[in-house]
């Protein structure tokens, strides 16, 4: 499938990204990783550190590796807004899940328009 980072990195290329089984495990558990961060109830201080410290260096080296991007390209990631940063990861994953780029950016537009109450709800 092809998938376009023009709007998060100005790269106007599409990237090929086959649903591989392997593709398709890490979007899991790149989702399993951020799922993992979310949990913070009985975390310490030290301890969601090191999990978001963790989940950072985890979600700019999967979209690297699953984009296959060069080191121009890579250079870009690293200079993400970290939001922005998460938000394609997010993308990613969820054309690899099966998604369409019209799936993806109505479920985005409606979380935008959610309060803080609802979203912790969803």
Do not use: W
């Not at 990195?9 to 599409?14: C, M, S, Y």
């Not at 089984?21 to 979310?38: C, G, H, S, T, Y």
């Not at 410290?53 to 993400?80: F, G």
Request: aromatic content about 4%; charged content about 35%; hydrophobic content about 40%.
């Amino acid at each position: 499938m092809k998938i376009s980072v023009e709007k998060e990195l100005g790269i106007k290329k599409e990237f090929e990204v086959a649903t591989s089984n392997i593709n398709v495990e890490r979007a899991f558990q790149m989702q399993l990783d951020l799922a993992k961060r979310d949990d913070i109830s009985e975390k310490t201080g030290l301890e969601i550190l090191q999990l978001s410290l963790d989940t950072m260096r985890k979600s700019v080296d999967y979209i690297k590796e699953t984009l296959k991007l060069n080191k121009t390209q890579c250079a870009l990631v690293d200079e993400m807004e970290t939001s922005d940063t998460a938000m394609l990861v997010n993308r990613i994953c969820m054309r690899l899940m099966g998604n369409t780029d019209e799936e993806i950016e109505a479920i985005f537009n409606s979380t935008e328009e959610m309060s803080p109450e609802d979203l912790e709800k969803a």
